[in-house]
C-alpha cells in the first residue's frame, strides 16, 4: 500500500494535551481520555485486527504487557474494526489489554493517524480474499482509507510523552517499553 495523504494532516505535538476521545472497548464499555488520567498509556493504532502484521504487532505488545504493568501503564489497541471482530482477534492471540472501537473514526482524524493509501492489484485480491468487510471501503477501484500504524505514549496528565508515526510492527513493542523506563526513570509525568 501506498501512502497518498493523511486525512487530515494532524500533527500532536510532544508535550501537548492530547485531544479528547470516545471509544468502546468489546464489552461496550466507554474509555475516554479521562478515564485514563492518573497513570500513562499507551494508545496504539493499527489497520486490520487479524492480518499478519497487525497480530505480531499485538503479540510483541502482549509479550511486554506485563513489564508496562509494572510501571502501571494501560495499553490500548485502536482500529476501524467492530467488537466481534475485535473480541475474535482478542481471543485467538490471548491479548490481556482492550482492543477499542473508534466508532466515527473521529479519534483517528483527532490524532492524525487515518490517511487515503492506493493499492495495487494484489493488495486489492488479497483483501476481498481474506478481509471481504475491509475490502468493501475500497473506492475509486484502487483506494482505501484506513491506519496509520502509530502508537503514542501518553503521561498521567494527558500529555504526550512520545510518538511513532508509520511504524513497522516487528520490535515496536520493546520501544514503546523502553521510552517508558527512560520517561519513568527520569519521572517526566509521571
Known amino acids: 500500500m501506498e501512502l497518498l495523504k493523511y486525512l487530515p494532516e494532524v500533527n500532536i505535538e510532544v508535550g501537548a494535551k492530547v485531544p479528547n476521545f470516545y471509544l468502546l472497548d468489546?464489552?461496550?464499555?466507554?474509555?475516554?481520555?479521562?478515564?485514563?488520567s492518573g497513570k500513562p498509556a499507551v494508545l496504539y493504532f493499527y489497520p486490520i485486527d487479524s492480518s499478519s502484521g497487525c497480530t505480531l504487532q499485538a503479540c510483541e505488545f502482549r509479550d511486554v504487557y506485563d513489564e508496562l504493568?509494572?510501571?502501571?501503564?494501560?495499553?490500548?489497541?485502536?482500529?476501524?474494526?467492530?467488537?466481534?471482530?475485535?473480541?475474535?482477534?482478542?481471543?485467538?492471540?490471548?491479548?490481556?489489554?482492550?482492543?477499542?472501537?473508534?466508532?466515527?473514526?473521529?479519534?483517528?482524524?483527532?490524532?492524525?493517524?487515518?490517511?487515503?493509501?492506493?493499492?495495487?492489484e494484489k493488495e486489492i485480491d488479497m483483501l476481498k480474499q481474506n478481509f471481504p468487510a475491509v475490502a468493501k471501503r475500497i473506492f475509486d477501484g484502487n483506494k482505501i482509507?484506513?491506519?496509520?500504524?502509530?502508537?503514542?505514549?501518553?503521561?498521567?496528565?494527558?500529555?504526550?510523552?512520545?510518538?511513532?508515526?508509520?511504524?513497522?510492527?516487528?520490535?515496536?513493542?520493546?520501544?514503546?517499553k523502553d521510552q517508558l523506563n527512560k520517561s519513568f526513570n527520569f519521572e517526566i509525568g509521571f
Not at 468489546?26 to 485514563?36: A, G, S
Not at 482509507?145 to 512520545?162: A, E, Y
Open 145 to 176: 482509507r484506513s491506519v496509520v500504524r502509530s502508537t503514542f505514549l501518553i503521561d498521567k496528565n494527558g500529555l504526550l510523552i512520545r510518538k511513532w508515526v508509520n511504524v513497522r510492527p516487528q520490535g515496536h513493542a520493546s520501544s514503546v
Open 26 to 36: 468489546t464489552n461496550d464499555k466507554k474509555l475516554t481520555d479521562r478515564e485514563l
Open 69 to 120: 504493568q509494572e510501571l502501571d501503564c494501560a495499553v490500548y489497541g485502536i482500529s476501524p474494526d467492530d467488537k466481534d471482530s475485535h473480541r475474535e482477534f482478542s481471543n485467538n492471540n490471548k491479548l490481556p489489554f482492550q482492543l477499542c472501537v473508534d466508532p466515527d473514526q473521529n479519534m483517528m482524524r483527532d490524532y492524525g493517524v487515518w490517511a487515503e493509501y492506493e493499492l495495487n
